[in-house]
Protein backbone atom coordinates (compact mmCIF):
# COMPACT_ATOMS: atom_id res chain seq x y z
CA UNK A 1 0.00 0.00 0.00
CA UNK A 2 2.62 2.31 0.95
CA UNK A 3 4.87 2.44 -2.20
CA UNK A 4 1.38 3.04 -4.30
CA UNK A 5 0.40 5.97 -2.01
CA UNK A 6 3.82 7.47 -1.99
CA UNK A 7 3.42 6.72 -6.16
CA UNK A 8 0.46 8.42 -6.75
CA UNK A 9 1.60 11.48 -4.29
CA UNK A 10 4.14 11.90 -6.90
CA UNK A 11 2.11 11.59 -10.30
CA UNK A 12 -0.79 14.66 -8.26
CA UNK A 13 2.44 17.13 -7.98
CA UNK A 14 1.74 19.10 -10.99
CA UNK A 15 4.82 21.11 -11.96
CA UNK A 16 3.81 24.73 -13.52
CA UNK A 17 -0.08 24.83 -13.93
CA UNK A 18 -3.40 26.86 -13.45
CA UNK A 19 -4.64 24.27 -10.61
CA UNK A 20 -4.57 26.95 -7.73
CA UNK A 21 -7.73 29.05 -6.01
CA UNK A 22 -8.47 32.47 -6.94
CA UNK A 23 -11.33 35.34 -6.87
CA UNK A 24 -11.42 34.99 -10.40
CA UNK A 25 -10.58 32.39 -12.92
CA UNK A 26 -7.05 31.68 -14.91
CA UNK A 27 -6.40 32.92 -18.52
CA UNK A 28 -9.39 35.53 -19.09
CA UNK A 29 -7.33 38.28 -20.53
CA UNK A 30 -10.19 39.25 -22.99
CA UNK A 31 -12.50 39.71 -20.19
CA UNK A 32 -10.22 41.39 -17.85
CA UNK A 33 -9.57 44.16 -20.60
CA UNK A 34 -12.90 44.56 -21.08
CA UNK A 35 -13.79 44.33 -17.55
CA UNK A 36 -10.96 47.38 -17.19
CA UNK A 37 -11.66 49.46 -20.38
CA UNK A 38 -8.86 48.81 -22.09
CA UNK A 39 -10.42 47.17 -25.46
CA UNK A 40 -9.76 50.41 -27.50
CA UNK A 41 -13.57 51.74 -29.22
CA UNK A 42 -12.28 52.47 -32.57
CA UNK A 43 -12.92 56.40 -33.05
CA UNK A 44 -15.12 57.69 -35.72
CA UNK A 45 -13.21 59.85 -38.68
CA UNK A 46 -13.68 60.84 -41.95
CA UNK A 47 -11.41 59.67 -45.16
CA UNK A 48 -9.05 62.29 -44.68
CA UNK A 49 -7.83 60.75 -41.68
CA UNK A 50 -5.65 58.06 -40.84
CA UNK A 51 -5.50 55.98 -37.58
CA UNK A 52 -2.34 54.86 -36.53
CA UNK A 53 -0.76 52.62 -33.64
CA UNK A 54 0.68 54.37 -30.72
CA UNK A 55 2.59 52.85 -27.64
CA UNK A 56 3.98 55.03 -24.79
CA UNK A 57 5.98 53.26 -21.97
CA UNK A 58 6.41 54.72 -18.37
CA UNK A 59 7.20 53.12 -15.08
CA UNK A 60 4.58 52.94 -12.12
CA UNK A 61 6.50 51.72 -8.37
CA UNK A 62 4.12 49.60 -6.09
CA UNK A 63 3.37 49.18 -2.65
CA UNK A 64 4.27 45.08 -1.86
CA UNK A 65 3.92 43.55 1.53
CA UNK A 66 5.20 40.00 2.11
CA UNK A 67 5.15 37.97 5.03
CA UNK A 68 6.17 34.23 6.01
CA UNK A 69 4.93 32.52 9.00
CA UNK A 70 5.57 28.83 10.62
CA UNK A 71 2.11 28.00 12.23
CA UNK A 72 3.06 24.73 13.64
CA UNK A 73 -0.22 22.84 12.62
CA UNK A 74 -2.29 25.46 14.51
CA UNK A 75 -5.61 25.65 12.86
CA UNK A 76 -6.57 29.54 13.68
CA UNK A 77 -9.50 30.40 15.53
CA UNK A 78 -12.00 32.68 13.61
CA UNK A 79 -11.32 35.14 16.50
CA UNK A 80 -7.54 35.28 15.72
CA UNK A 81 -6.22 38.70 15.43
CA UNK A 82 -4.55 39.15 11.97
CA UNK A 83 -3.93 43.13 12.16
CA UNK A 84 -0.45 42.90 13.67
CA UNK A 85 0.89 40.29 11.07
CA UNK A 86 -1.10 42.68 7.83
CA UNK A 87 -0.20 45.96 9.93
CA UNK A 88 -3.50 47.47 9.19
CA UNK A 89 -2.75 50.15 10.98
CA UNK A 90 -0.77 51.53 8.18
CA UNK A 91 -1.38 52.75 4.62
CA UNK A 92 -2.42 49.92 2.86
CA UNK A 93 -0.50 47.59 0.44
CA UNK A 94 -1.32 47.04 -3.35
CA UNK A 95 -0.14 44.09 -3.14
CA UNK A 96 -0.01 41.76 -0.61
CA UNK A 97 1.91 38.26 -0.45
CA UNK A 98 1.38 35.65 2.60
CA UNK A 99 3.59 32.16 3.02
CA UNK A 100 2.82 29.74 5.64
CA UNK A 101 4.59 26.63 6.77
CA UNK A 102 2.86 23.93 8.90
CA UNK A 103 -1.02 24.85 8.05
CA UNK A 104 -1.21 21.06 9.20
CA UNK A 105 0.80 18.92 11.17
CA UNK A 106 3.65 17.19 9.05
CA UNK A 107 2.65 13.47 9.81
CA UNK A 108 2.47 10.76 7.36
CA UNK A 109 -1.74 11.49 6.49
CA UNK A 110 -1.05 14.45 5.49
CA UNK A 111 2.01 14.03 3.10
CA UNK A 112 0.81 11.23 1.56
CA UNK A 113 -3.04 12.16 1.40
CA UNK A 114 -5.14 14.60 -0.22
CA UNK A 115 -4.20 18.37 0.66
CA UNK A 116 -6.58 20.00 3.23
CA UNK A 117 -7.89 22.63 1.53
CA UNK A 118 -10.32 23.18 4.57
CA UNK A 119 -7.01 24.97 6.21
CA UNK A 120 -6.28 27.06 3.01
CA UNK A 121 -9.76 28.47 2.96
CA UNK A 122 -10.00 29.35 6.89
CA UNK A 123 -6.48 31.01 6.63
CA UNK A 124 -7.66 33.17 3.40
CA UNK A 125 -11.38 33.80 4.96
CA UNK A 126 -8.90 35.51 7.90
CA UNK A 127 -6.75 37.16 5.44
CA UNK A 128 -9.67 38.39 3.65
CA UNK A 129 -11.92 39.38 7.09
CA UNK A 130 -8.89 41.57 7.60
CA UNK A 131 -7.88 43.01 4.45
CA UNK A 132 -10.95 44.54 3.40
CA UNK A 133 -12.48 45.76 7.53
CA UNK A 134 -10.51 49.27 6.08
CA UNK A 135 -12.79 49.09 3.36
CA UNK A 136 -15.77 48.88 4.94
CA UNK A 137 -14.49 50.90 8.00
CA UNK A 138 -13.88 53.65 4.97
CA UNK A 139 -16.14 53.59 2.44
CA UNK A 140 -16.18 57.30 1.95
CA UNK A 141 -12.72 58.11 2.33
CA UNK A 142 -10.86 60.98 0.83
CA UNK A 143 -9.83 59.19 -2.90
CA UNK A 144 -6.75 61.35 -3.71
CA UNK A 145 -3.95 59.30 -5.14
CA UNK A 146 -0.73 59.36 -5.22
CA UNK A 147 -0.47 58.40 -9.32
CA UNK A 148 3.33 58.68 -9.80
CA UNK A 149 3.91 56.28 -7.28
CA UNK A 150 1.46 54.20 -8.26
CA UNK A 151 0.69 53.61 -4.87
CA UNK A 152 -2.99 54.15 -3.69
CA UNK A 153 -3.98 55.28 -0.10
CA UNK A 154 -7.54 54.65 0.02
CA UNK A 155 -9.77 52.42 1.18
CA UNK A 156 -9.68 49.34 -0.85
CA UNK A 157 -11.22 45.79 -1.92
CA UNK A 158 -8.59 43.13 -2.18
CA UNK A 159 -9.20 40.12 -4.58
CA UNK A 160 -7.27 37.16 -4.35
CA UNK A 161 -5.47 35.93 -7.59
CA UNK A 162 -3.62 33.21 -6.52
CA UNK A 163 -3.89 31.14 -3.52
CA UNK A 164 -2.08 27.39 -3.28
CA UNK A 165 -1.28 24.78 -0.90
CA UNK A 166 0.71 21.48 -1.00
CA UNK A 167 1.19 19.56 2.16
CA UNK A 168 1.77 22.00 5.06
CA UNK A 169 2.81 24.81 2.62
CA UNK A 170 0.13 27.31 1.78
CA UNK A 171 0.69 30.80 -0.52
CA UNK A 172 -1.96 33.24 -1.26
CA UNK A 173 -1.46 36.45 -2.97
CA UNK A 174 -4.20 39.31 -2.97
CA UNK A 175 -4.48 42.48 -4.87
CA UNK A 176 -6.14 45.75 -4.73
CA UNK A 177 -9.60 45.32 -6.31
CA UNK A 178 -8.67 47.84 -9.50
CA UNK A 179 -5.37 46.02 -10.11
CA UNK A 180 -7.06 43.23 -10.95
CA UNK A 181 -7.78 43.87 -14.29
CA UNK A 182 -3.66 44.24 -14.95
CA UNK A 183 -3.06 40.85 -13.81
CA UNK A 184 -2.19 38.29 -15.83
CA UNK A 185 -0.51 34.50 -16.42
CA UNK A 186 -0.98 33.14 -12.89
CA UNK A 187 0.65 30.32 -12.44
CA UNK A 188 2.26 28.12 -9.76
CA UNK A 189 4.53 25.45 -9.62
CA UNK A 190 5.24 23.00 -6.88
CA UNK A 191 8.25 21.10 -5.93
CA UNK A 192 8.52 18.62 -3.26
CA UNK A 193 11.83 17.70 -1.35
CA UNK A 194 11.11 16.00 1.72
CA UNK A 195 10.63 12.46 2.53
CA UNK A 196 12.91 10.35 -0.62
CA UNK A 197 13.87 13.71 -1.66
CA UNK A 198 10.28 14.25 -3.54
CA UNK A 199 7.76 14.14 -1.18
CA UNK A 200 5.87 17.76 0.20
CA UNK A 201 6.65 17.63 3.79
CA UNK A 202 9.27 19.76 2.44
CA UNK A 203 9.86 22.36 -0.74
CA UNK A 204 8.10 24.87 -1.81
CA UNK A 205 5.10 26.21 -3.88
CA UNK A 206 5.98 29.02 -6.11
CA UNK A 207 3.86 31.48 -7.89
CA UNK A 208 4.43 33.54 -10.77
CA UNK A 209 2.01 36.21 -12.15
CA UNK A 210 2.41 39.42 -14.80
CA UNK A 211 1.13 43.08 -14.18
CA UNK A 212 0.98 45.31 -17.21
CA UNK A 213 4.62 44.48 -18.17
CA UNK A 214 6.42 42.99 -15.60
CA UNK A 215 6.45 39.11 -14.28
CA UNK A 216 6.91 38.61 -10.17
CA UNK A 217 7.73 35.17 -9.05
CA UNK A 218 6.92 34.59 -5.23
CA UNK A 219 9.00 31.46 -3.54
CA UNK A 220 7.24 30.17 -0.07
CA UNK A 221 9.52 27.42 0.72
CA UNK A 222 9.62 24.98 3.65
CA UNK A 223 13.59 23.50 4.12
CA UNK A 224 15.44 20.94 5.59
CA UNK A 225 15.40 21.07 9.38
CA UNK A 226 18.24 20.86 12.22
CA UNK A 227 21.42 22.26 13.17
CA UNK A 228 24.05 19.64 11.98
CA UNK A 229 26.82 20.10 9.19
CA UNK A 230 24.34 17.73 6.92
CA UNK A 231 21.40 19.26 8.25
CA UNK A 232 22.78 22.99 6.44
CA UNK A 233 23.35 20.91 2.88
CA UNK A 234 20.41 19.66 2.88
CA UNK A 235 19.36 23.03 2.96
CA UNK A 236 21.78 24.04 0.32
CA UNK A 237 20.71 21.06 -2.02
CA UNK A 238 16.85 22.02 -1.48
CA UNK A 239 17.64 25.27 -2.87
CA UNK A 240 19.13 23.67 -6.11
CA UNK A 241 16.30 21.70 -6.45
CA UNK A 242 14.10 24.21 -6.27
CA UNK A 243 15.45 26.29 -8.65
CA UNK A 244 16.33 23.18 -11.26
CA UNK A 245 12.69 22.07 -10.81
CA UNK A 246 10.49 24.38 -10.86
CA UNK A 247 9.08 25.66 -13.79
CA UNK A 248 5.95 27.41 -15.32
CA UNK A 249 3.91 27.45 -18.56
CA UNK A 250 6.09 29.25 -21.39
CA UNK A 251 2.48 30.65 -22.55
CA UNK A 252 0.85 30.07 -26.65
CA UNK A 253 3.26 32.66 -27.64
CA UNK A 254 6.55 31.11 -25.79
CA UNK A 255 7.73 34.66 -24.48
CA UNK A 256 6.93 34.01 -20.76
CA UNK A 257 9.49 33.43 -17.91
CA UNK A 258 9.65 29.77 -17.33
CA UNK A 259 12.21 29.04 -14.54
CA UNK A 260 12.09 31.32 -11.33
CA UNK A 261 15.40 33.21 -11.65
CA UNK A 262 13.62 34.26 -15.36
CA UNK A 263 11.09 36.49 -13.94
CA UNK A 264 11.71 40.23 -13.44
CA UNK A 265 10.58 40.47 -9.80
CA UNK A 266 11.63 37.06 -7.73
CA UNK A 267 11.40 36.79 -3.82
CA UNK A 268 12.09 33.96 -1.38
CA UNK A 269 9.95 33.60 2.02
CA UNK A 270 9.73 30.65 4.06
CA UNK A 271 10.82 28.87 6.68
CA UNK A 272 14.43 28.30 5.33
CA UNK A 273 15.56 26.84 8.36
CA UNK A 274 19.09 28.03 8.72
CA UNK A 275 20.51 28.03 12.15
CA UNK A 276 23.65 29.88 13.78
CA UNK A 277 26.86 28.08 13.88
CA UNK A 278 27.83 28.67 17.31
CA UNK A 279 27.30 26.82 20.31
CA UNK A 280 24.14 26.63 21.92
CA UNK A 281 24.89 28.49 25.43
CA UNK A 282 26.80 30.97 23.68
CA UNK A 283 24.08 31.78 21.03
CA UNK A 284 21.56 32.04 23.83
CA UNK A 285 24.04 34.17 25.78
CA UNK A 286 24.03 36.26 22.90
CA UNK A 287 20.84 36.61 22.23
CA UNK A 288 19.79 37.70 26.15
CA UNK A 289 22.42 40.34 25.48
CA UNK A 290 20.77 41.18 21.85
CA UNK A 291 24.21 41.03 20.30
CA UNK A 292 22.53 40.42 16.79
CA UNK A 293 26.00 41.68 14.59
CA UNK A 294 27.64 38.52 16.37
CA UNK A 295 25.09 35.93 15.48
CA UNK A 296 24.71 37.49 11.71
CA UNK A 297 28.32 36.89 11.25
CA UNK A 298 27.27 32.97 12.37
CA UNK A 299 24.40 32.69 10.59
CA UNK A 300 24.44 30.37 7.90
CA UNK A 301 21.70 31.57 5.15
CA UNK A 302 23.77 35.17 5.73
CA UNK A 303 27.14 33.35 5.01
CA UNK A 304 25.60 31.74 2.10
CA UNK A 305 24.16 35.09 0.48
CA UNK A 306 27.68 36.80 1.22
CA UNK A 307 30.55 33.64 -0.08
CA UNK A 308 27.73 31.07 -0.75
CA UNK A 309 27.03 29.44 -4.74
CA UNK A 310 23.44 28.99 -3.88
CA UNK A 311 22.40 32.64 -3.42
CA UNK A 312 24.75 34.35 -5.33
CA UNK A 313 23.29 37.62 -6.42
CA UNK A 314 20.57 37.60 -3.79
CA UNK A 315 20.06 40.22 -0.93
CA UNK A 316 18.47 40.09 2.50
CA UNK A 317 17.38 43.45 4.49
CA UNK A 318 19.39 44.42 7.82
CA UNK A 319 18.15 41.82 10.42
CA UNK A 320 17.37 44.10 13.24
CA UNK A 321 14.79 41.89 15.65
CA UNK A 322 15.71 38.85 17.68
CA UNK A 323 15.46 35.12 16.27
CA UNK A 324 12.04 34.24 15.56
CA UNK A 325 12.85 30.38 16.54
CA UNK A 326 12.20 28.02 18.72
CA UNK A 327 9.85 29.54 21.40
CA UNK A 328 7.32 28.18 23.62
CA UNK A 329 3.78 28.55 22.53
CA UNK A 330 1.98 31.36 23.64
CA UNK A 331 4.70 33.10 25.47
CA UNK A 332 7.87 35.01 25.04
CA UNK A 333 10.14 32.12 26.40
CA UNK A 334 12.61 30.66 24.16
CA UNK A 335 12.30 26.88 24.21
CA UNK A 336 14.95 25.21 26.47
CA UNK A 337 15.31 28.20 28.74
CA UNK A 338 13.49 26.47 31.41
CA UNK A 339 13.76 22.96 32.55
CA UNK A 340 12.48 20.41 30.28
CA UNK A 341 11.87 16.73 29.53
CA UNK A 342 15.17 15.03 29.73
CA UNK A 343 14.68 12.98 26.05
CA UNK A 344 13.25 16.26 24.24
CA UNK A 345 15.76 17.92 21.54
CA UNK A 346 17.31 21.33 22.68
CA UNK A 347 16.43 23.82 19.92
CA UNK A 348 19.24 27.31 19.98
CA UNK A 349 17.42 30.43 19.07
CA UNK A 350 18.32 31.22 15.04
CA UNK A 351 16.65 33.52 12.16
CA UNK A 352 14.92 30.36 10.67
CA UNK A 353 12.08 32.88 8.95
CA UNK A 354 13.53 34.99 6.23
CA UNK A 355 12.85 37.20 3.12
CA UNK A 356 15.39 37.64 0.60
CA UNK A 357 15.62 38.60 -3.23
CA UNK A 358 16.89 38.49 -6.24
CA UNK A 359 17.81 41.11 -8.91
CA UNK A 360 17.00 44.29 -9.41
CA UNK A 361 13.37 46.46 -9.52
CA UNK A 362 12.96 46.17 -5.71
CA UNK A 363 13.90 48.65 -2.89
CA UNK A 364 13.14 47.37 0.50
CA UNK A 365 11.58 49.70 3.30
CA UNK A 366 11.16 47.49 6.17
CA UNK A 367 12.11 43.96 7.33
CA UNK A 368 10.65 42.99 10.85
CA UNK A 369 8.70 40.54 12.89
CA UNK A 370 4.98 40.32 14.26
CA UNK A 371 4.73 39.14 17.82
CA UNK A 372 1.37 36.59 17.41
CA UNK A 373 2.58 33.97 19.95
CA UNK A 374 0.41 30.93 18.68
CA UNK A 375 3.24 28.78 16.70
CA UNK A 376 6.78 28.38 17.98
CA UNK A 377 7.90 30.54 14.96
CA UNK A 378 7.20 34.21 15.10
CA UNK A 379 6.12 35.99 11.72
CA UNK A 380 8.57 37.77 9.63
CA UNK A 381 7.43 40.38 7.33
CA UNK A 382 8.91 42.83 4.95
CA UNK A 383 7.34 46.32 2.77
CA UNK A 384 8.82 46.83 -0.99
CA UNK A 385 8.37 49.00 -3.73
CA UNK A 386 8.00 47.22 -6.86
CA UNK A 387 8.89 49.05 -10.09
CA UNK A 388 6.86 48.04 -13.07
CA UNK A 389 6.57 48.45 -16.69
CA UNK A 390 3.59 50.28 -18.22
CA UNK A 391 2.43 50.25 -22.17
CA UNK A 392 0.20 52.63 -22.46
CA UNK A 393 -1.37 51.26 -26.08
CA UNK A 394 -4.04 54.02 -27.87
CA UNK A 395 -4.78 55.28 -31.19
CA UNK A 396 -3.42 58.19 -33.02
CA UNK A 397 -5.40 59.89 -35.86
CA UNK A 398 -3.69 62.34 -38.32
CA UNK A 399 -6.76 64.67 -39.91
CA UNK A 400 -5.54 65.84 -43.01
CA UNK A 401 -8.18 68.08 -44.01
CA UNK A 402 -7.97 70.75 -40.95
CA UNK A 403 -4.05 70.13 -40.14
CA UNK A 404 -1.21 68.16 -39.25
CA UNK A 405 -2.25 68.54 -35.88
CA UNK A 406 -1.73 64.91 -33.91
CA UNK A 407 -4.63 63.94 -31.79
CA UNK A 408 -3.98 61.19 -29.26
CA UNK A 409 -6.65 59.46 -27.19
CA UNK A 410 -5.65 56.90 -24.80
CA UNK A 411 -7.81 54.31 -23.22
CA UNK A 412 -6.62 53.34 -19.59
CA UNK A 413 -8.01 53.17 -16.30
CA UNK A 414 -8.97 56.59 -15.65
CA UNK A 415 -8.67 55.74 -11.60
CA UNK A 416 -5.29 54.90 -11.40
CA UNK A 417 -3.16 56.40 -14.88
CA UNK A 418 -5.62 58.39 -16.77
CA UNK A 419 -3.90 60.43 -19.24
CA UNK A 420 -4.81 62.78 -22.79
CA UNK A 421 -2.46 64.91 -24.83
CA UNK A 422 -2.85 66.85 -27.78
Not at 264 to 281: K, M, T, W
Amino acid sequence: MWPRLVANKILRKSVGSNNFVADFPPDTDQKLLEASGLVDERPSFTSKSILLEQHKTTHLNYKVFVSTWNVGGIVPDDGLDMDDLLETHKTPSDIYVLGFQEVVPLRASNVLGSDNNKVSVKWNSLIRETLNKRAVAEPHRDKDLSESKGINSIAQDFRCIISKQMVGILITVWVRGDLWPYIQHPSVSCVGCGIMGCLGNKGSVSVRFQLHETSFCFVCCHLASGGRDRDERQRNSDVNEILARSSFPRGSSLDLPKKILDHDRVIFLGDLNYRISLPEDKTRLLVKSKEWNILLENDQLSMEILNGQNFKGWQEGIVKFAPTYKYIPNSDLYYGCITYKKDEKKRAPAWCDRIIWYGGGLKQHEYTRGETKISDHRPVKAIFTAEVTVIRRGKKIRNFFFSDRFEDTVAVDSKDYSWIST
